[in-house]
């Protein structure tokens, strides 16, 4: 950790969507929540691709069990490996025909042949993956390696993780405007910052742009190259 250090943290997710790695690109430090407890509604283990010119959701389905559990407690299904073989035929059917396919489907099949069952330390696995194929340079680290008050909540559980770290500076994407207070993260001697994506779009077979689509989308039809030429396409604010 340097001194004037970059810190963003996040939820894991399965491979999401470009800002989510111009985010970790733009960091010293990306700090990655696994003492949460999992949502049904969220996107851990979900995201989106493009299928038939439409947003089309996939999922990796996990062990039921109690909804109280933190993510780093929560496990794939019993099948996880049909689950994953599926997914890759449906991955496969989608793409293709797109430019890439060769690279975006390597980097699928390499995060898929990773035979951890524990829902975290499967995303996160991913995360660090992919941040290798993205020559990303920044430290993700999972939140239960710091020390500090997990029972806090919202901006007060973010300053203690920054202060852990020994941070200057938090950035969070731009929707936590209506959430987080400047002056709050001040009095903490932190300097919050928002990320803001540009309007990123690009050709998808003949149809129109949908935005917001899985990182396999985007590295389906820009190829890896491309997609890191995408990183910097945002303004911190």
């Not at 996990?62 to 929560?74: E, H, M, P, W």
């Not at 299904?77 to 793409?95: N, V």
């Not at 009095?187 to 990320?195: P, R, V």
Request: net charge neutral; charged share 20%.
């Amino acid at each position: 950790m340097t001194l004037n250090s970059k810190v963003a943290i996040m939820q894991p997710y399965i491979f999401p969507y470009i800002g989510y790695w111009q985010l970790i690109n733009y960091v010293d430090t990306f700090v990655v929540y696994d003492e949460i407890e999992y949502t049904k509604k969220g996107w851990i283990n979900r995201n989106r691709i493009l299928r038939n010119g439409e947003a089309a959701a996939f999922s990796l389905p996990i062990k039921k069990d109690s909804d109280t559990l933190f993510v780093n407690q929560r496990f794939l299904s019993g099948q996880s490996d049909k689950d994953k073989q599926r997914l890759l035929r449906q991955i496969q059917g989608a793409y293709q025909k797109a430019p890439f396919f060769n690279e975006g489907m390597k980097m699928v099949t390499e995060c898929f042949a990773d035979a951890e069952t524990n829902l975290f330390g499967f995303v996160y696995s991913s995360i660090l993956y992919i941040k290798g194929v993205l020559d990303i340079q920044t430290d993700i680290i999972p939140s239960s390696s710091l020390h500090f008050d997990n029972t806090l909540k919202s901006e007060d559980k973010i300053i203690s993780i920054c202060s852990a770290l020994g941070a200057s500076q938090y950035i969070n994407p731009i929707g936590g405007t209506a959430l987080y207070d400047k002056a709050h993260f001040k009095a903490a001697a932190l300097e919050l910052k928002f990320q803001k994506v540009h309007d990123i779009t690009y050709p998808q077979f003949e149809h129109g742009f949908i935005a917001s689509l899985s990182i396999i989308d985007v590295i389906m039809f820009n190829g890896i190259t491309g997609t890191k030429q995408l990183l910097n396409k945002m303004n911190i604010l």
